[in-house]
Nanobody
């Protein structure tokens, strides 16, 4: 079983920065990809950024402001967020997509609230 725990969310003023972390525990192997998603009330969960063997991928709305990275062991995922805007306010979820046999299985954290407001 895999568990993901996010941290680092909070309240920040527009233009500020936050760094989210996602610590993974359990049987972490054969990672397909890792990523961050965000969700606001009544809306679907949207991709923010992903990282895999093929590189990184960002939503257009965060390009140049957010940076996704991971530690060398691959067990901790980060999202550095700069120049934050009120529209970045959301619950942020980390995702590990793992190969289980020939299937890709998604694991999610519990989410961390990011609020950008003056």
């Amino acid at each position: 079983q895999v568990q993901l725990v996010e941290s680092g969310g909070g309240l920040v003023q527009p233009g500020g920065s936050l760094r989210l972390s996602c610590a993974a525990s359990g049987s972490i192997s054969r990672i397909n990809s890792m990523g961050w998603y965000r969700q606001t009330p009544g809306q679907e969960r949207d991709l923010v950024a992903t990282i895999s063997g093929g590189g990184t991928n960002y939503a257009d709305s965060v390009k140049g402001r957010f940076t996704i990275s991971r530690d060398n062991a691959g067990n901790t995922l980060y999202l550095q967020m700069t120049s934050l805007k009120p529209e970045d306010t959301a619950v942020y979820f980390c995702n590990f997509r793992l190969w289980v046999g020939t299937n890709r299985v998604d694991y999610w954290g519990q989410g961390t609230q990011v609020t950008v407001s003056s």
